[in-house]
């Protein structure tokens, strides 16, 4: 049988050392979170082409149907699209992972060590922004060659202001996770609640200017549509406009208020 | 090791509800003691634990585990404390390897000594094949020293174990305590653990702490709880137009109560059972009382619990359907 030793040095690094900086503790959490997605890369590509199934399905409709109002930039307004909505369906559906780990009991476990709470949440929701960094390279990679037009810059922008905002949607999914633990199919009703009107809304799929103008006013509320649109002018090249301003506006104010309802409920989550 | 004073925790259901889970429970515990809290389902003890290892506050009251109180430094009581919940530690999509490498950087070691602990635990516990399979992929026993090994990964003196064996066959729930008591044994660990199973608590703790409607009703060794509260019980089988004679005889050995006489069978409890027996038996026959069949019945945990609470713990844990408060 092995003896069990930890050297008085590990041990003094158990117990004695200074409290860790909350970006320890963020890096950790987000590597334990990332390791799954890297020990099973069939997943992980798996995930990463779904973004392109639904911009071949869809794309083609959306140019048809418009009877080409877009004429050739139907691949110009819609791969902002595929983005924003990659980032939309990947981080409010996120909570989900927690609520199993809240069943498990892995959750309770991460509560017990020394971990901070806040890490505990800002870690699981910038994870997120990993493989949608992924999915962004893939579909414009493989767009660019055909109908997309790259700007670099702007590009780059775009997806720095689309993780800041999926950081804060994320932030919300775990807030509604803890919110819901102990009827754990609420999670989902009221997911899809929020979600399909705020897609709708935001002019994602379809525009919105041949709606009625009740829906006009709608997405006026709607953070979504002004990301959208930002994502639009930014893919397009265009980085100082009004438009984007909004855009960074609705993301930082929703990372700002997600961020800070999901540590609260992050802190009250052993309860 | 651990000491709470008054410690209590209320549950806020709605406004006109509040569940009183722990109600004042006082208790000290020694390093290098082996301690079982017995109850119910319901009874508070997990409540208890929870405040103990910090994960909630507790209402009133104060706890200091293992030196450090747990409303004002619960980070250093988290650094200082192993605990295994009643649900699996490990994340079900993980690696068992990865998992144990992951809680090592967090308790503070660099990758390198993680990784050597990681190895050290996993042979320890007989998990090193299955340190590349999924969480998900291992059997419910193999789990469960998963999650032993993730609460010694730091090398507390102080571990908790809630419901450790529960929904272990009872293979596995002997192999478990194998490995726990083993632990125990190289770490000088002090163990507190929660348990409804009463022969767990008799056979592998040393004081049992019996607790019921958030409070702590006693606190001793089992087999001094057993003497003193519950007692042997002596069964005599004697021809029925001698009851009256023996019933007399046996009324006066020493601590002798509830003698009860039913159709040809007399029943008797008393504080020393295997001592009393022949001494009734000789009384007996020098009363020309023949004696057909004697029996020593030793009491368990639910006789104890039975005398405590007039309800017995087996019954109690059946009607509960819900999880412990």
């Not at chain 1, 140019?63 to 409010?92: C, E, K, Y």
């Given at each position: 049988?092995?003896?069990?030793?930890?050297?008085?040095?590990?041990?003094?690094?158990?117990?004695?050392?200074?409290?860790?900086?909350?970006?320890?503790?963020?890096?950790?959490?987000?590597?334990?979170?990332?390791?799954?997605?890297?020990?099973?890369?069939?997943?992980?590509?798996?995930?990463?082409?779904?973004?392109?199934?639904?911009?071949?399905?869809?794309?083609?409709?959306?140019?048809?149907?418009?009877?080409?109002?877009?004429?050739?930039?139907?691949?110009?307004?819609?791969?902002?699209?595929?983005?924003?909505?990659?980032?939309?369906?990947?981080?409010?559906?996120?909570?989900?992972?927690?609520?199993?780990?809240?069943?498990?009991?892995?959750?309770?476990?991460?509560?017990?060590?020394?971990?901070?709470?806040?890490?505990?949440?800002?870690?699981?929701?910038?994870?997120?922004?990993?493989?949608?960094?992924?999915?962004?390279?893939?579909?414009?990679?493989?767009?660019?060659?055909?109908?997309?037009?790259?700007?670099?810059?702007?590009?780059?922008?775009?997806?720095?202001?689309?993780?800041?905002?999926?950081?804060?949607?994320?932030?919300?999914?775990?807030?509604?996770?803890?919110?819901?633990?102990?009827?754990?199919?609420?999670?989902?009703?009221?997911?899809?609640?929020?979600?399909f009107p705020v897609m709708i809304l935001s002019g994602m799929l379809l525009p919105l200017e041949t709606g009625p103008g009740w829906m006009k006013v709608a997405a006026k509320f709607d953070p979504l549509s002004y990301v959208v649109d930002a994502e639009r002018a930014l893919f397009s090249g265009d980085v100082l406009t009004t438009a984007v301003l909004w855009g960074w506006v609705a993301a930082i104010v929703t990372a700002a208020l997600g961020l800070t309802v999901g540590i609260r409920s992050m802190l009250r989550s052993a309860g | 090791m651990i000491s709470t004073r008054q410690l209590t925790r209320d549950f806020v259901v709605s406004r006109t509800e509040t569940v009183h889970a722990v109600r004042g429970i006082s208790l000290d515990v020694e390093p290098g003691e082996l301690v079982a809290v017995l109850g119910p389902n319901g009874a508070g003890k997990t409540t208890t634990l929870r405040m103990l290892t910090t994960l909630i506050t507790p209402t009133s009251g104060t706890a200091t585990v293992a030196g450090y109180d747990v409303t004002a430094d619960p980070s250093q009581v988290r650094r200082r404390i192993g605990y295994v919940?009643?649900?699996?530690?490990?994340?079900?999509?993980?690696?068992?390897?990865?998992?144990?490498?992951?809680?090592?950087?967090?308790?503070g070691l660099d990758r390198r000594a993680a990784k050597r602990r990681t190895g050290e635990l996993l042979e320890a516990l007989e998990l090193t094949e299955l340190a590349g399979r999924k969480v998900?992929?291992?059997?419910?026993?193999?789990?469960?020293?998963?999650?032993?090994?993730?609460g010694l990964v730091h090398a507390p003196k102080l571990l908790f174990l809630d419901e450790p064996s529960t929904g272990l066959d009872p293979q596995n729930r002997a192999n478990l305590w194998d490995h726990i008591l083993r632990m125990r044994e190289q770490y000088s660990m002090t163990i507190v653990l929660t348990t409804h199973y009463l022969d767990e608590a008799d056979s592998m703790a040393e004081r049992v702490v019996v607790v019921d409607h958030g409070e702590l009703i006693a606190d001793d060794t089992a087999n001094a709880l057993k003497a003193k509260l519950a007692g042997d019980r002596l069964a005599i089988?004697?021809?029925?137009?001698?009851?009256?004679?023996?019933?007399?005889?046996?009324?006066?050995?020493?601590?002798?109560?509830?003698?009860?006489?039913?159709?040809?069978?007399?029943?008797?409890?008393v504080a020393d059972g295997p001592a009393a027996l022949p001494e009734l038996i000789t009384a007996a026959q020098q009363s020309g009382v023949p004696i057909a069949a004697a029996q020593v019945h030793r009491p368990t945990l639910d006789d104890v619990f039975l005398n405590l609470t007039g309800r017995s713990l087996r019954e109690t844990a059946a009607a509960t359907n819900g999880k412990a408060a």
């Open positions: 049988m092995t003896t069990l030793t930890l050297s008085p040095v590990d041990l003094a690094a158990t117990q004695d050392q200074p409290r860790r900086s909350l970006v320890r503790d963020i890096q950790i959490v987000m590597t334990r979170e990332l390791k799954p997605v890297l020990r099973d890369p069939f997943s992980l590509l798996f995930g990463m082409i779904q973004p392109l199934v639904f911009l071949v399905l869809f794309g083609p409709l959306l140019s048809g149907s418009m009877r080409g109002a877009f004429g050739d930039g139907v691949w110009q307004w819609f791969v902002p699209s595929i983005l924003v909505m990659t980032t939309l369906f990947g981080t409010s559906t996120t909570g989900a992972n927690l609520l199993f780990e809240f069943q498990t009991g892995a959750h309770e476990r991460m509560l017990v060590t020394p971990l901070s709470r806040s890490s505990l949440l800002i870690g699981r929701a910038l994870k997120e922004m990993v493989p949608l960094f992924g999915q962004a390279v893939i579909v414009i990679a493989v767009m660019t060659p055909f109908a997309f037009d790259l700007h670099l810059g702007g590009a780059v922008v775009g997806m720095a202001l689309l993780a800041v905002f999926g950081i804060g949607l994320g932030a919300f999914s775990y807030a509604l996770a803890i919110a819901v633990r102990k009827q754990d199919w609420m999670f989902w009703v009221v997911q899809q609640t929020f979600l | 919940g009643q649900g699996n530690g490990a994340g079900h999509n993980q690696r068992a390897g990865d998992e144990l490498v992951g809680q090592g950087v967090i308790y998900s992929e291992l059997s419910g026993g193999q789990r469960r020293r998963l999650d032993v090994a993730m089988t004697v021809a029925p137009s001698n009851l009256s004679k023996l019933s007399e005889l046996a009324g006066k050995l020493p601590g002798a109560r509830e003698v009860i006489a039913t159709g040809d069978e007399l029943s008797v409890r």
